[in-house]
């Protein structure tokens, strides 16, 4: 399976919030920003495994600032790392009034994606990832501390098998 590289599945996504995504505050509701950043994630993550992908995981997503009607949002999504079955990616959304001015960071969260047979609904091995930029390598290797903490507090992994967790806080003893 050849590997690839990030640039290969990146997805970029924009939005104009409109009046039947806000609440009664004028304001987006979180849920529709939490399923645009899913849609544009799994779109990223299936460009990337060449295959269906479903939702495993949404790591801590807070909401910094609230997004009126009428701002657009941009929503950008690449994969982090890739692992047996599944891909780590990273979403972040930032928004700009309509005339593309005031631009902020409003929110990013990790998602994890398990890729699946069409015919089998079984997860099948995708693609490794090649990091190329700086901060595409940096992404990767904190990758692997992410996907033990996501292990951990799901059950599906003992703490003394979290080797990268264990070396992070305790210096490699």
């Not at 996504?13 to 509701?29: A, Q, R, S, V």
């Not at 950008?76 to 790392?81: F, H, L």
């Not at 079955?85 to 902020?104: A, D, I, K, M, P």
């Not at 996501?150 to 703490?159: E, V």
Request: positive net charge; contains cysteine; hydrophobic residues 35%.
């Amino acid at each position: 399976m050849q590997k690839k590289r990030v640039s290969e599945s990146e997805t970029i996504m924009t939005e104009m919030i409109m009046p039947n995504d806000t609440n009664p505050l004028g304001n987006l509701m979180g849920g529709n920003m939490l399923r645009w950043m899913d849609i544009a994630g799994g779109i990223c993550a299936g460009k990337h495994c060449g295959a269906h992908v479903a939702t495993v995981s949404v790591d801590h997503v807070s909401f910094k600032k609230a997004i009126p009607l009428g701002d657009v949002i941009t929503i950008k999504a690449s994969v982090t790392r890739a692992f047996t079955t599944s891909v780590e990616v990273y979403v972040e959304v930032s928004t700009s009034n309509f005339q593309g001015g005031n631009h902020r960071h409003s929110n990013d969260a990790y998602f994890t994606f398990v890729a699946i047979d069409r015919e089998t609904h079984r997860p099948i091995k995708v693609p490794a990832v090649t990091p190329v930029t700086l901060e595409e390598q940096r992404q990767y290797e904190g990758a692997q501390r992410r996907r033990e903490m996501r292990l951990l507090m799901t059950g599906r992994m003992k703490p003394q098998d979290a080797t990268e967790l264990k070396s992070l806080f305790l210096g490699g003893e």
